[in-house]
């Protein structure tokens, strides 16, 4: 009997190396399914950790050569919160200058949007940029310029007809003002031409009815818009791009 005894007690302390067996044989395996995963997507879990590093964190700021508040270049795609404080530099920037009334910069799903109105920009159908334009695009550039964002140069009317040998329509004239802009920025300041494009909207995305001369006025502009992560990673010049 105490035989029998002592063999069940051998046999219940060697139990517990079956459990420890089970639970190495688990971790092994679920090693080898993230270390597969990771190769053949690292990019993708890349950005998903900066994507929730940037959520938790709400958005930080971050420092750029002289100790200025702003971004530094290279240092990945800003996030929602990041894009915030560049608006917020950039409408600091022009209103030191006595721009302030001539722009309007908000934060939307598809990133940082800076309003230009056109006459900041041109003059009634045209689409040659003002002397006085450029000091406004310089201090915009000064900005946004260094940052692997991808950056979309929106053009947009009011719903005023044109019909020109130059400008059979409202797309024509919108789309010329963006490739202005565009061209502007590309040679005269350190913005990649893979990482910008430029779009005419015609009439057709105003931002107040068409109904009195204010409202038309605001719906002549200019959009510079500063793309999200999500945005500019489906951006075929990009460098975060992914088909």
């Avoid at 721009?99 to 009634?124: C, D, P, W």
């Avoid at 409202?215 to 951006?235: G, L, Y």
Wanted: glycine share 8%; proline share 5%.
């Amino acid at each position: 009997m105490a035989r029998r005894k002592k063999a069940d007690d051998h046999e219940n302390l060697e139990r517990w190396l079956l459990t420890y067996a089970d639970l190495i044989t688990l971790l092994l395996a679920f090693f080898i399914v993230m270390y597969s995963m990771s190769k053949v997507d690292a990019k993708k879990f890349g950005r998903m950790a900066e994507a929730l590093s940037g959520a938790l964190k709400g958005g930080t700021m971050v420092i750029r050569k002289g100790d200025q508040p702003g971004v530094v270049p290279g240092s990945g795609v800003l996030q929602i919160g990041n894009l915030k404080t560049l608006g917020e530099e950039v409408q600091k920037n022009l209103n030191r200058n006595g721009y302030g009334k001539q722009i309007n910069i908000e934060n939307t799903e598809r990133g940082l949007v800076i309003h230009i109105m056109e006459s900041a920009l041109f003059r009634e159908g045209s689409a040659i940029l003002e002397p006085k334009a450029l000091a406004m695009l310089d201090l915009v550039a000064q900005s946004i310029k260094g940052m692997p964002n991808h950056i979309r140069i929106e053009g947009h009317t009011d719903n005023k007809p044109i019909k020109t040998s130059r400008f059979p329509s409202n797309w024509e004239l919108s789309s010329a003002r963006a490739t202005e802009v565009v061209r502007y920025l590309t040679d005269n300041h350190d913005i990649s031409p893979t990482g910008i494009s430029a779009l005419g909207y015609g009439e057709y995305r105003p931002i107040s009815p068409n109904n009195s001369d204010e409202n038309r006025a605001r719906n002549r502009r200019v959009d510079i818009v500063v793309m999200t992560m999500e945005m500019t990673q489906n951006e075929p010049g990009s460098s975060y791009y992914t088909p």
